[in-house]
């Protein structure tokens, strides 16, 4: 037999495996996230600004998330009632911070209720249309309204359900589980 055939054959064994393993490596640490949610603006207005001033802001990008309250689906377009919160550096809403106010976010497709559903996480980035004036209770409340470009709903967080604490676990025990409760 060949021995160029034979030092080539096993070269290529284990080469493949390890090519194999970067590319599934590399393809497993990529971002599913779209790249405008990913990126902040620069000079983008916050929520307040655009309250105060709406005028000013019109047709301006925005990049803005936070928790749906309510999805409303029209004859050609869904709208999203939003809470907004302050957006992390890849743009995930950061719940444990103090709310912005509410905004519209506005879709010109159908939008599931089951999926887009109340308490979801969610981030948007289009262009300011205008502002709506909405009741909140006897409270008149100016949403600013958003064409929506790109959004992200943000998979739910599972807590960890740890049942025994860490010191149950014995590494020298196989197998490694705790015992079963009767």
């Not at 506005?106 to 980035?125: A, G, M, N, Q, W």
Request: glycine letters at 4%.
């Amino acid at each position: 037999m060949n021995t160029h055939f034979v030092k080539r054959l096993f070269s290529l064994a284990w080469f493949s495996p390890v090519w194999f393993a970067l590319v599934l490596f590399f393809t497993a640490c990529s971002s599913q996230i779209p790249t405008g949610i990913k990126h902040a603006l620069t000079n983008a207005p916050t929520i307040d600004m655009v309250r105060a001033a709406p005028d000013d802001y019109l047709s301006q990008p925005v990049r803005w998330g936070g928790v749906i309250l309510n999805t409303e689906n029209k004859q050609s377009s869904s709208r999203l009632i939003i809470i907004a919160y302050p957006l992390s550096s890849n743009g995930r809403p950061l719940l444990n911070k103090a709310s912005n106010g509410r905004f519209i976010a506005s879709f010109d497709s159908f939008l599931e209720p089951h999926v887009y559903k109340r308490d979801s996480i969610i981030t948007v980035s289009g262009k300011l249309t205008q502002t709506e004036t909405i009741n909140i209770g006897e409270f008149p409340y100016n949403y600013p309204l958003v064409d929506v470009q790109q959004h992200f709903l943000w998979p739910v967080e599972e807590p960890l359900n740890n049942l025994y604490p860490l010191w149950w676990y014995d590494p020298f025990y196989w197998p490694r589980h705790p015992p079963q409760r009767h």
